[in-house]
C-alpha cells in the first residue's frame, strides 16, 4: 500500500511542477489548462461510467483506463520527465477516441466539465478530429 502511495505522490509532484514550470515561463493559459485537466479528466471518467448512452463494453475500457492511471506500475516511470506520463497519455487518447466513436462527441462533450477548447484539443491530438 506504501509504495502505491509513494507512486501517486510522485505523480502528483511531477504534475505540480510542470503546471510551475509552464506558469513561470509565462504559459499561463497553458499551466491553467494541465492543472485542471486531472481533476476534469476523473470527473469525466465518473460521469462517462454512470451514462446509459455510453455501451457497456466502452465502460469497461473506461474503467480499465482509470485502474491503469492510478496503478503504481508503469510501462515508464512517472518520474522519468517527458516519458513519464507518456504511456498514460497514449491510454487516455486512446480510450478517449474509441469513446467519441463509440458513444458520440456530444455524449463526450457533455461530460466534459472544463474548457471546451481543452476537449476539442486532446480530440485533436487524439486524431478524433
Known amino acids: ?10 505523480a502528483v509532484v511531477v504534475w505540480i511542477l510542470a ?19 486531472l481533476p476534469n479528466l476523473v470527473r469525466m471518467c465518473r460521469t462517462l461510467l454512470h451514462d446509459p448512452r ?3 463494453g466502452s465502460k469497461v475500457l473506461v474503467a480499465v483506463a482509470v485502474v491503469w492511471f492510478i496503478s503504481p506500475i508503469d510501462v515508464v516511470p512517472e518520474f522519468i520527465p517527458v516519458l513519464g506520463p507518456l504511456d498514460d497519455a497514449i ?3 486512446l480510450v478517449l477516441r474509441h469513446l467519441v ?8 462533450a457533455e461530460a466534459w466539465p472544463g474548457e471546451p477548447a481543452t476537449l476539442e484539443r486532446m480530440l485533436r491530438l487524439a486524431r478524433v478530429r
Open 19 to 37: 503546471v510551475l514550470a509552464l506558469f513561470l515561463v509565462g504559459r499561463r493559459l497553458a499551466a491553467r489548462e494541465l492543472a485542471a485537466l
Open 54 to 56: 455510453v455501451p457497456r
Open 91 to 93: 491510454v487516455a487518447a
Open 1 to 10: 500500500m506504501r509504495t502505491w502511495l509513494l507512486w501517486l505522490a510522485v
Open 101 to 108: 466513436r463509440r458513444a458520440g462527441p456530444e455524449v463526450v
